[in-house]
Nanobody, 119 residues
Framework: VQLQASGGGSVRPGGSLKLSCAASGFTLEYYDIGWFRQAPGKEREGISCVSRDGTTYAPQSVKGRFTISRDDANNIVYLQMKNLAPEDTAVYYC??????????????WGQGTQVTVSS
């Protein structure tokens, strides 16, 4: 059972990136999937979640800039990020759990993908 995040990189402020979260060892369609990030010296925070029925959730800090979507046929969840800012710099992770549940209930964390926003 594994989730692997990819697609990170270095961009300038205002730029865009699309992250992918590929699932293996389980059937994605039966799970809620969340995207999280952790900046140096800060706690891991949830930034988007998509439930099994396709309902999406996101905090105000990223609403209108980040869009989560899922492709159950290919076992992938995406995070489209636009208008990136330096404060978005972090390692981004995906994990499975319950969108309304606590962080501690999420599992199958992968290694994460680094996103760096800098001029």
């Amino acid at each position: 059972v594994q989730l692997q995040a990819s697609g990170g990189g270095s961009v300038r402020p205002g730029g865009s990136l699309k992250l992918s979260c590929a699932a293996s060892g389980f059937t994605l369609e039966y799970y809620d999937i969340g995207w999280f990030r952790q900046a140096p010296g800060k706690e891991r925070e949830g930034i988007s979640c998509v439930s099994r029925d396709g309902t999406t959730y996101a905090p105000q800090s990223v609403k209108g800039r980040f869009t989560i979507s899922r492709d159950d046929a290919n076992n992938i969840v995406y995070l489209q990020m636009k208008n990136l800012a330096p404060e978005d710099t972090a390692v981004y992770y995906c994990a499975r759990g319950e969108c309304h549940g606590p962080l501690s209930d999420f599992d199958s964390w992968g290694q994460g993908t680094q996103v760096t926003v800098s001029s």
